[in-house]
């Protein structure tokens, strides 16, 4: 079973670059059975994706926040990461990193962490 | 890209059946994911593809598709179903790789 963990700073700063990590263990990120993705949730709010990545690196982002994200995978490591600049008191949010098959349905979800966006 | 339209607030008797809906031209192509999310945890993904449901959902939940509208079904709701449900898919237009999430539906069983 696929168990996802996120990791990064809770607080950053306006104008600044939002960096998430999640670790995947029980299983290869390198598996050609899954997409890994960020979904994020403001506060009371419903849930936004905002991109996935292959392992071989293709990458796929909401329109909307395209010009701001990057995600990267690191195969070593078992993870992939999120980089949102520009950041903006909309930004925060619960982000959650999970892993979704072609079909967009998400099976394995990290529990989520909160990121504040304030000086 | 597409949009998913769910109505924000749904209630139910305990013991009854409730039907939540799930709008958008993606649906004309893709099958729908549901969602559950309770307060303070994430979302667990309770119906895919046609019918489907993961190892360890009760099968009071099932799911359906006509047209462009996806639906979950629970039949004899029970307290612990009350949450917020989200409906997600592929997104058409465009990048079919793209992914859409409806705006949730909070569940109160009454």
């Known amino acids: 079973q696929l168990q996802l963990q996120e990791s990064g700073p809770g607080l950053v700063k306006p104008s600044e670059t939002l960096s998430l990590t999640c670790t995947v263990s029980?299983?290869?990120?390198?598996?050609?059975?899954?997409?890994w993705g960020w979904i994020r949730q403001p506060p009371g709010k419903g849930l936004e994706w905002i991109g996935s990545?292959?392992?071989?690196?293709?990458?796929y982002y909401n329109p909307s926040l395209k010009s701001r994200v990057t995600i990267s995978v690191d195969t070593s490591k078992n993870q992939f990461s999120l980089k949102l600049s520009s950041v903006t008191a909309a930004d925060t949010a619960v982000y959650y990193c999970?892993?979704?098959?072609?079909?967009?349905?998400?099976?394995?979800w990290g529990q989520g962490t909160l990121v504040t966006v304030s000086s | 890209s597409s949009e998913l339209t769910q109505d924000p607030a749904v209630s139910v008797a305990l013991g009854q059946t409730v039907r939540i809906t799930c709008q958008g031209d993606?649906?004309?192509?893709?099958?729908a994911s549901w969602y559950q999310q309770k307060p303070g945890q994430a979302p667990v993904l309770v119906i895919y593809?046609?019918?489907n449901r993961p190892s360890g959902i009760p099968d009071r939940f099932s799911g359906s598709s006509s047209g462009n509208t996806a639906s979950l079904t629970i039949t004899g709701a029970q307290a612990e179903d009350e949450a917020d449900y989200y409906c997600?898919?592929?997104?058409?237009?465009?990048?079919?790789?793209?992914?859409?999430f409806g705006g949730g539906t909070k569940l109160t069983v009454l």
């Open positions: 999970a892993c979704h098959m072609g079909t967009a349905q998400f099976d394995y």
């Open positions: 029980g299983g290869s990120i390198s598996s050609s059975s899954y997409y």
């Open positions: 593809g046609k019918n």
């Open positions: 990545i292959y392992y071989s690196g293709s990458t």
């Open positions: 997600n898919s592929r997104d058409s237009s465009g990048n079919h790789l793209n992914v859409v």
């Open positions: 993606s649906l004309r192509s893709y099958y």
